[in-house]
């Protein structure tokens, strides 16, 4: 997926208003999607909470602390799409087939193999 955030707004409790680069627009609300525990903690805390903001080189939502959010996971949430990981045997085709058009005078220059 690989969308951005662009802009968040901040909603009632821990609900936030996120935007993304494509234009897609949706709420999540953080308290379901994290333990407020570890570098989460503080943002139990309304007023460090509100203290988000967007962070454009990492195309998502942070804190103060370093806390923030997988913006893919973000999107997903909001879409309703599925984050999509490739199965393993899928990745060794696309490796072969690769490796397969590096050739030169009939001889394969490298082989890709997976363990």
Known sequence: MLKDIVQVQLLDGYRLCLRFEDGVEGSVDVAELIRFTGIF?????RDYF???????????????NGADLDPDVLY?????????IPEPEAMLAVATRESAVHQQGGERLGQTRFA
């Open 50 to 64: 509100l203290q988000v903001r967007v962070n454009p080189d990492l195309g998502t939502i942070c804190w103060p």
């Open 41 to 45: 903690a503080p943002l139990r805390d």
């Open 76 to 84: 997903a949430l909001v879409t309703g799409e599925p984050i999509f």
